[in-house]
């Protein structure tokens, strides 16, 4: 009977230590399960300074490979860091156009595809959509969630894309912006998209230059570098469908008056350094440019095209060509009466028919 009761007191000793085993091993598992997500909130002390390293490494201007290089080398350095790999992929949204976009895609294709099966891969893929295809974006952040409801980063993501002006809903964000709040307490949401780059301040130098009494012959190496810079803007606008078709067509549109204004630029700084034969040819180029728009007379850049034109015409006393563009020009507002450019176009006749 006495090794029967040892025996019992033995099991129960037994399980005892089993139940309090279970229930160590449940608080750990629900205490890890508390702070994975925490770990997705916000980047560790140490990727901060390195952050903070590769900011600093990175010049204020030069070529994407230039621009981006700091953050490539941070993420090889931590290849398994979320946030090395967010900080990279933000410098190439800052910095590239569409050819360096669709290349960020196909990288962390691969990288997905090398780590099946891992969430933040999953993640970071669907992330490199945001902005340039982002429905697929949205539909990549509810494929992770519906693995992990507690991935905080895809909640992030959402949150911004529900809050931009272009995918905007409110009830979707504030959802979101409330199921992040409990993962990540006061972790910050960025606003998307972020401001475009802004317009080349180099166009107000070349101006200035260009009034002194004989121009300076840095004039149309500054004018190039503005096109090129403003160019540039387009290619970081057009990619993304952040931004409605109308606001790229306008951008578009911009920069095509910018080019005649570039031209113009060109043609007086020739006059004023006397090479007549080279103000003369490009005189020649912006007439046949005109021509080739003259399917669309009633748009803003064929008027300004125009416009330009007379001015220049009149300026250089050729007053033949001066009438020859402002009877075109009557001829578009026959087609389709608009008062204002009427007005306009009184103006000029008034300003420069004068003169000859």
Avoid at 301 to 328: D, I
Wanted: hydrophobic letters at 40%.
């Amino acid at each position: 009977m006495e090794r029967v009761g040892v025996s019992a007191a033995a099991q129960s000793r037994v399980a005892v230590g089993t139940l309090i085993g279970i229930i160590a091993a449940a608080l750990l598992a629900a205490s890890e399960a508390l702070s994975a997500p925490q770990k997705l909130c916000e980047p560790s002390p140490q990727i901060q300074q390195e952050i903070a390293r590769a900011s600093s490494a990175t010049p204020a201007k030069g070529s994407f490979e230039e621009l981006t290089a700091p953050f490539k080398a941070l993420r090889e350095r931590f290849p398994n860091d979320l946030f090395a790999h967010v900080r990279y992929q933000d410098a190439v949204n800052e910095h590239g156009i569409e050819g360096h976009l669709k290349g960020l895609t196909e990288e962390y294709l691969a990288l997905r595809d090398a780590h099946r099966g891992e969430l933040l891969y999953q993640y970071l893929l669907g992330r490199t959509l945001e902005g340039r295809n982002t429905r697929q974006a949205i539909a990549a952040m509810e494929e992770v969630l519906a693995t992990d409801a507690n991935f905080a980063p895809a909640r992030r993501t959402l949150a911004e894309i529900y809050g931009s002006k272009a995918f905007q809903d409110r009830q979707r964000e504030a959802a979101e912006r409330a199921k992040l709040e409990q993962l990540c307490p006061r972790t910050a949401i960025a606003a998307r998209p972020a401001p475009p780059p802004a317009k080349s301040e180099l166009w107000s130098r070349a101006e200035a230059l260009l009034k002194q009494p004989r121009s300076d012959e840095r004039v149309p190496e500054l004018v190039y570098q503005a096109l090129a810079q403003d160019e540039w803007r387009l290619q970081r606008i057009r990619p993304y469908d952040w931004y409605t078709p109308s606001y790229k067509k306008e951008q578009g549109q911009a920069l095509q008056i910018e080019y005649w204004n570039g031209w113009r630029m060109l043609v007086q700084h020739c006059w004023k350094t006397d090479q007549t034969a080279k103000a003369d040819a490009l005189l020649s180029e912006m007439q046949g440019r005109l021509t080739r728009l003259e399917k669309d007379r009633t748009s803003e850049v064929y008027w300004t095209g125009a416009t330009t034109l007379v001015a220049l015409y009149a300026q250089g006393k050729q007053p033949a060509k001066a009438r020859e563009t402002l009877a075109r020009m009557q001829a578009s507002l026959k087609a389709k009466p608009d008062a204002k450019r009427a007005a306009d176009l009184a103006r000029l006749k008034a300003k420069f028919l004068s003169r000859g």
